[in-house]
Each structure stands twice: as structure tokens, then as C-alpha cells.
């Protein structure tokens, strides 16, 4: 799954930096050399990045010179605090000024990537380092892929107000911190009335593999102009299409060797099969409320929590768990897991190498997933006459899940154009898919909706040219003056348009209009007739 969150650029980046390390301190010893000298820990990063990376903080893996430029970094090197701190401000990592002359809200936005349960849990529980390290890779290519698919379509640099000009694609960056706990997370306000920052409490939590993404808010364009990301692809459907891409491409890693996977109850995620899922659940249960337990801490301390800036309230955080008062450790969690898996009398072997998966031929992988989008749109239109088209870039990535996703963002295009060109069964019936622009968005409707509304417009119309039931005029005006309501002229109006109208007729106003009020001398009209007193 993924989901996302703003970066403000007027937020403190020695804060963010506490939130996306987990706290932990920078490395401070040197890095490695070879015989002749040169650091090893800096070269080779992306062939590290796919062989098993470990570390707090690492740059996108091939990141463009351009923009390595624009923003002031050697992406040979990782990333320093002192360096990020300043890019989750908006400002150059080298100098610390702005990335651009035009002013940015946003610095930039937290994408984060989430596997199923059963696959951190065959992480964690792995029985060798080797096994640990190839399910965390498969994790890490997943997100690395899904961030290139978000890089594609919000990487463009737009011209003029509101890109009126048209817009130019380029490079952009990120930088990827790995967690694999699920601890409690607090909204901490800096101070009484200032930003609020999201801080990982310091206790045991469950295991939760996530990568997180820091997708920074410029583009860098071959001609040498930086702009803002295009951010209009993060709707809620495209974010729901980029997540189930991830699970897409994280299905094909994990099949690749030998892992027996399926989709979740929801088939909205890959699934892997051998870890139970009572087990899964067991690891799942939520996360405590840990706000009250720290700021008695801080009463003791003399401390006034309310008012403490944010910084204060994370040391103040970090000083409790150390002394155990908010719950079990950080240190202890992998103690805590076995304990728990020991509880529940599961003993994890291995995950790889269970069964040789077919291989499918593209026509056969689009075919699968075709069928199963075309199952899940009929679904949406049971309860939905007209969706939006985004959603069938979502039923169509969540296909590919399951058949296989070789050609990646492509095969979502060609899923979406089978269920354009082959419409889908809905209710018993083949009907054909509609497309088209209504307030501004591609939306699609089906054939069969179409019928029933060109029936119902017919049928309205016929009501609506029916005057049989209609009032009289001296009626109506007997039963407003006895109503003993003083009507203004628009409700006058409006009950003799409703009285005197054809069998179907609508009236609209808003709240507090008095809709309800001017229905009653029409039931006392209707009432006092003596076609309906009968009925």
C-alpha cells in the first residue's frame, strides 16, 4: 500500500530529520578504504542499493546530475543530517539556500510504501541474515520502481500561470529511509499555537516493514529551468494505483524465487502463504496511546507539556522510554516478537523456493488481469452509475498483482484499454463502456445506465406533461391564507408550481429555505379534494 503526506517548507528540518532516522544518531565513524585509499562505503551504491543496503538514509539510487545539481549534493556520498535537514526545508543541501527565486509551501512529501503483514514477518522471522537481506531487497526494488511510476507523472515542470504555457518533464529525487516497526505515532505541537511534527514514540512496537520516500518538491529540466512537481497526479485514485503497483511489482520479486504468494482477503495486496494468518493478525494489534503516560513525566520533571516546543517534548519522549516508562523498550522488541511467536507456538522456517510459478505469456497476464478488473468495476457499478476513469487505472494495477506486471506502468495502460475495447458483465449483461469529460474529469458510465436513464427521461417527461392530478388555482390560494404562515413570495411561488404542475414535478432550495414548511398546505390541499380524500 502506500499513502503520503505533506512537507511543509517553513517546518523545522532537525525535526523531520528525528522523525525519518527514527532519532538515531549519524555514524560518526570513517568509512571504510581499499588499498589504495578510496572510501568504500560511498562507491558502488546502486549496486549496494540491490544487494542489500543498511543504512539510515540513502539517496535514489541513480540520481540525475541535474538534480543532484539543483539541489546541492554528491549522490556518491550518503546523505549527512546537516544536509537533509536543509533539503526538508526547501533549501540546498551545500548552502542552505533556496532551491529557486519562486517561494515553495511545500518542500516536498512522505510516500510510503507498505508491504502485507506476511511479508514483514517472513522478514524479521527469516532463519539466515541472507534471507532477511533478499526480502527487504524485493522490498526496496518495489518502492524504488513505484517511486520511478510517481517520478513519471508528477515530474513535470509546468509554463506559465497555472501551466497554461504547457510544462516540460524532468528530473526529480527523493531520499528512501527503511523501518521495520510499527511504533505508537504522536502529533507533537511546537509549543501552544505552532506546527505539529509526527515523532515515532521510543517503545516496542510491532513488526511493520515500510519504506518511507522524501519525494522532494522541485524538477529539475534539461534546459536548466526548476519548477515544482506537477502534484495533480497524487489524487486519492492515482495514490490507490501507485500502491497497488508497488504490491504488483513486490509480487513479481517474490515469485521470482520460488515464494508461494497470493492477494489478501481484499485482493488488494500480495500475500505470502506460508506465514498463518492468526499469526499475521496476532502481530497486528495497533498501536497505545502513550501521550498521557509522558506528560506526567513531564509533570514531574516540573516540565509544562503544553507548552513545550517540539524538540523538548521528543527528548522529553526519548528520556522516558530509556527509563521504561512508557512501556516495553525500543531495544527489546526482537525479544518481544520471539517471545510472541514462541507464544503462539509458531516456529518460522523459510519462505523461498516452495513452488515454481508458471510463466505466462503476455496475452495470458493481461487476460487474467482483464478478467479480473472487468469483476471488480462491475462491482463498483452496482452501487455507482458514473466513476471516474482513475479507477480503472486502480481495478487494473490491483489485476496485475496476480498475472504479473513485466512490462510495468504500460501494462496498466493496456489492462485499461481491454476494458475499454471489451466492456464488462454487469448484472447478467454484456454492456459496453462509455467515456467521456463531465465538470472537468474523464469520467466512464456503462450502456445499460445510459438505458435507464434515457427511460427515466423519457418516462419524466411524460409526468411531467401530466396535469390531471394538478390542484386549482382557488384551492391553493384558500389553503395558504388559512395556513396562518406569513409565505414569502418565493414560497407562494413555489407551492403553486408544485401544485399546479404535471405529475412529476421537482422543486430544489437551500437549507433553511422553508421546503418543508410549504408542503404543508399542499397536504391540505390534497387533503380537501375530493379526487384524493379517498386515498
Known amino acids: 500500500m502506500m499513502n503520503f503526506r505533506k512537507i511543509a517548507a517553513a517546518s523545522k528540518g532537525r525535526l523531520l530529520l528525528r522523525y525519518f532516522t527514527e532519532d538515531t544518531p549519524e555514524p560518526i565513524h570513517p568509512p571504510p578504504v581499499d588499498a589504495a585509499g578510496r572510501q568504500l562505503e560511498e562507491g558502488g551504491r546502486l549496486t549496494a542499493y540491490y544487494t542489500g543496503r543498511d543504512s539510515r538514509a540513502t539517496w535514489r539510487p541513480d540520481m540525475p546530475a541535474i538534480l543532484a545539481k539543483a539541489i546541492g549534493i554528491d549522490p556518491n556520498k550518503m546523505p549527512r543530517d546537516a544536509e537533509m535537514s536543509r533539503l526538508f526545508e526547501g533549501r540546498r543541501a551545500d548552502s542552505g539556500e533556496a532551491w529557486s527565486k519562486h517561494n515553495r509551501k511545500l518542500s516536498g512529501f512522505d510516500l510510503v510504501f507498505s508491504p502485507h503483514k506476511s511479508v514483514t514477518l517472513a522478514t524479521e522471522f527469516a532463519p ?38 504547457g510544462a516540460d518533464h524532468g528530473a526529480v529525487g527523493w531520499i528512501s529511509f527503511r523501518h521495520n516497526t510499527a511504533r505508537p505515532t504522536l502529533q507533537l505541537q511546537d509549543g501552544r499555537g505552532g506546527p505539529t511534527y509526527l515523532y515515532d514514540a521510543p517503545v516496542g512496537g510491532d513488526p511493520h516493514t515500510h519504506v518511507h520516500n522524501f519525494l522532494m518538491n522541485i524538477v529539475a529540466t534539461a534546459d536548466g529551468r526548476i519548477g515544482s512537481l506537477d502534484t495533480r497526479a497524487l489524487t486519492e485514485a492515482r495514490v490507490k494505483e501507485f500502491g497497488a503497483y508497488f504490491q504488483a511489482v513486490l509480487a513479481d520479486e517474490l515469485r521470482r524465487h520460488g515464494i508461494r504468494v497470493s492477494y489478501d482477503e481484499n485482493e488488494q495486496a500480495i500475500v505470502i502463504e506460508s506465514i498463518p494468518e492468526p499469526v499475521s493478525k496476532a502481530f497486528s494489534k495497533g498501536r497505545q496511546q502513550i501521550v498521557q503516560k509522558a506528560k506526567a513525566f513531564a509533570a514531574s520533571q516540573g516540565l509544562d507539556w503544553d507548552g513545550m516546543a517540539a524538540e523538548d517534548k521528543m527528548n522529553v519522549l526519548r528520556d522516558a522510554g530509556a527509563e521504561g516508562r512508557l512501556g516495553k523498550m525500543k531495544s527489546d522488541e526482537k525479544r518481544l516478537w520471539n517471545e510472541q511467536a514462541a507464544a503462539l507456538g509458531w516456529r518460522h522456517q523459510t519462505v523461498l523456493g516452495e513452488v515454481r510459478h508458471q510463466r505466462l505469456t503476455d496475452e495470458e497476464r493481461f487476460d487474467r488481469a482483464y478478467r479480473f478488473a472487468a469483476r471488480h ?29 513485466a512490462g510495468g506502468p504500460a501494462d496498466i495502460k493496456r489492462v485499461v484499454a481491454l476494458l475499454e475495447e471489451r466492456g464488462i458483465r454487469l448484472k447478467g449483461e454484456h454492456v459496453a463502456l462509455v467515456v467521456g469529460m463531465f465538470d472537468g474529469q474523464v469520467r466512464v458510465t456503462n450502456t445499460a445506465q445510459i438505458r435507464i436513464e434515457q427511460k427515466l427521461a423519457a418516462l419524466s417527461r411524460q409526468s411531467a406533461s401530466d396535469r390531471s392530478a394538478a390542484l386549482p388555482v382557488a384551492a391553493l390560494r384558500r389553503v395558504i391564507d388559512n395556513a396562518g404562515i406569513a409565505f414569502t413570495a418565493e414560497q407562494r411561488a413555489a ?40 386515498q
Open 128 to 165: 539466515t541474515p541472507a534471507e532477511a537481506a533478499l526480502l527487504w531487497n524485493a522490498v526496496d526494488r518495489a518502492a524504488d520502481r513505484a517511486m520511478r511510476y510517481v517520478a513519471q507523472e508528477v515530474g513535470w515542470a509546468r509554463k506559465g500561470a497555472g501551466g497554461e504555457d
Open 377 to 405: 468495476l462491475a462491482q463498483e457499478f452496482h452501487t455507482a452509475a458514473v466513476i471516474t476513469h482513475e479507477k480503472l487505472g486502480i481495478y487494473a494495477a490491483r489485476a496485475l498483482i496476480g498475472a504479473g506486471i
Open 495 to 534: 407551492i403553486h408550481a408544485l401544485g399546479e404542475g404535471g405529475a412529476l414535478t421537482m422543486l430544489t432550495g437551500v437549507a433553511g429555505a422553508g421546503k418543508t414548511t410549504l408542503l404543508q398546505p399542499l397536504v391540505d390541499a390534497w387533503h380537501a379534494d375530493k379526487r384524493f380524500s379517498a
